[in-house]
């Protein structure tokens, strides 16, 4: 079975300041690794994937990951934050066929200040 | 247009009462879920339905019964609510393993 730690239950950031949310997880095996996004009051909304091929990974709104299978990690960067990123940000990781039976993390809060 | 659309968006109703959440997608995907999300918000597959039969049944109370009356629908039926069912219900839906698409969610208070 897999599993996904988000080291991080809240980050508070200033605007235009740079962030990272941490991701590790674990599998015997060879997974898909996502990113959502959660708004206040809205269902998830994918950020960014990783399924196979280049690493570095680039996502809507700015976002950037960047998947290390020696780390077994999958962090999410953006190199300067806006107050509408301000959100609940899960990592997931599926080894099935289908992205939907995934397990997430249990969510980081990002909270950007002016 | 909606891709995943869950109706009632808000549920407030008394304990011991049955209730149903409806959910439909209309992007041809084989395969739909749904999740718990609790007040920590600590996310959990429920259920997942491929093509109206199911295929995965997490530990839930046999008090939940999701019914899929065909490949675009997956309804989530709730026999005696108990407090402990207020939550965020969220329906999704997928095809292969690109993504995942969410619902808005429905917000369920049990009082």
């Known amino acids: 079975a897999q599993s996904v730690t988000q080291l991080d239950s809240q980050v508070p950031v200033f605007e235009e300041a740079p962030v990272e949310l941490r991701c590790n997880y674990s599998?015997?095996?060879?997974?898909?690794l996502f990113w959502y996004v959660q708004y206040p009051n809205q269902g998830l909304q994918l950020l960014l994937k990783?399924?196979?091929?280049?690493?570095l990974v680039k996502g809507i709104n700015g976002f950037e990951a960047e998947f290390n299978k020696s780390q077994t990690s999958f962090h999410l960067r953006k190199p300067s934050v806006h107050i509408s990123d301000t959100a609940e940000y899960f990592c997931?990781?599926?080894?099935?066929?289908?992205?939907?039976?995934?397990?997430f993390g249990d969510g980081t809060t990002l909270t950007v200040k002016p | 247009d909606t891709a995943v659309s869950q109706t009632p968006k808000y549920l407030v109703t008394q304990m011991g009462n049955d209730k149903s959440i409806k959910c439909e997608q209309n992007?041809?995907?084989?395969?739909m879920y749904w999740y718990k999300q609790d007040s920590k918000k600590f996310l959990k597959i429920m259920f997942s339905?491929?093509?109206?039969?199911?295929?995965i049944n997490e530990t839930v109370p046999n008090r939940f019964s999701p019914k899929s009356p065909d490949k675009a629908h997956l309804n989530l039926h709730i026999n005696s609510l108990e407090l402990g069912d207020s939550a965020v219900y969220f329906c999704?839906?997928?095809?292969?393993?690109?993504?995942?698409?969410f619902g808005q969610g429905t917000r369920l208070t049990v009082v």
């Open positions: 999704a839906s997928s095809q292969d393993s690109t993504e995942a698409f």
């Open positions: 599998s015997s095996v060879s997974v898909y």
């Open positions: 990783y399924l196979s091929g280049s690493t």
């Open positions: 997931a990781v599926s080894k099935g066929t289908n992205a939907g039976k995934s397990t």
């Open positions: 992007l041809g995907h084989d395969t």
């Open positions: 339905y491929n093509n109206k039969e199911l295929i």
